[in-house]
Nanobody, 121 residues
Framework: QVHVVESGGGLVQAGGSLRLSCAAS????????LGWFRQAPGKKREFLAA????????NYADSVKGRFTISRDNAKNMVYLQMNNLKPEDTAVYYC??????????????WGQGTQVTVSS
């Protein structure tokens, strides 16, 4: 019952920055937990970052900690992923997912269609 749409992907040179956006609708936005994942061809989907409805203490994968920042704007029903110092290995399809956070775990059941990020060397 939650519709998720990502945008903001594109081509960027190594060392550059990109900001991905995700709009989620169909449920009270402030109650949603949200996360970002990515998947490169031939590889499994990788967790990047997640944020609870309150927006405090977001969780990051070690591979992107210090470079990527997840944030949300409940007034606009949007969640963002700011990506800095991009590397060629960051090239992948990036997905936004929405769901709930409970029992110290995220349950993200609703997924967007993905947006391509390509980082050139």
């Amino acid at each position: 019952q939650v519709h998720v749409v990502e945008s903001g992907g594109g081509l960027v040179q190594a060392g550059g920055s990109l900001r991905l956006s995700c709009a989620a609708s169909g449920r009270t936005f402030s109650s949603l937990a949200l996360g970002w994942f990515r998947q490169a061809p031939g590889k499994k989907r990788e967790f990047l970052a997640a944020i609870s409805g309150s927006g405090v203490m977001p969780n990051y994968a070690d591979s992107v900690k210090g470079r990527f920042t997840i944030s949300r704007d409940n007034a606009k029903n949007m969640v963002y992923l700011q990506m800095n110092n991009l590397k060629p290995e960051d090239t992948a399809v990036y997905y936004c997912a929405a769901g709930t956070y409970s029992g110290s775990a995220y349950h993200l059941d609703y997924w967007g269609q993905g947006t391509q990020v390509t980082v050139s060397s």
